[in-house]
Nanobody, 123 residues
Framework: QVQLVESGGGLVQAGGSLRLSCAAS????????MGWFRQAPGKEREAVAV????????YYAESVKGRFTVSRDSAMNTVYLQMNSLKAEDTAVYLC????????????????WGQGTQVTVSS
């Protein structure tokens, strides 16, 4: 399986931006759809953004549409999440995962979860 490591989280003021990275090793991410998820304290994990294997189709949660952009760089074997206009409600641990099926809402379809990176947005 592919191993995933997230980075780029931190503390940012509301309205600010962050770019998260998900670096893969072990296998090429070209074989997988790649997703970004987040989990806030006391809440269920939710899919934030998903990009398909070739990078020409994406899914975004309604709450982040127009603010977040997911992209992938096969040469770097890395997936990115550009987050703009951040809000306090975006505060969560952000994780990336891989899947062989494009099912953002099906948690069981995703594997190779990274350890996550904390994003904290101060209001």
């Amino acid at each position: 399986q592919v191993q995933l490591v997230e980075s780029g989280g931190g503390l940012v003021q509301a309205g600010g931006s962050l770019r998260l990275s998900c670096a893969a090793s072990g296998r090429t991410i070209s074989n997988y759809h790649m997703g970004w998820f987040r989990q806030a304290p006391g809440k269920e994990r939710e899919a934030v953004a998903v990009i398909n294997q070739v990078g020409d189709f994406t899914y975004y949660a309604e709450s982040v549409k127009g603010r977040f952009t997911v992209s992938r760089d096969s040469a770097m074997n890395t997936v990115y999440l550009q987050m703009n206009s951040l809000k306090a409600e975006d505060t969560a641990v952000y994780l990336c995962a891989a899947s062989s099926v494009f099912r953002p809402g099906l948690d069981q379809a995703w594997h190779s979860w990274g350890q996550g990176t904390q994003v904290t947005v101060s209001s």
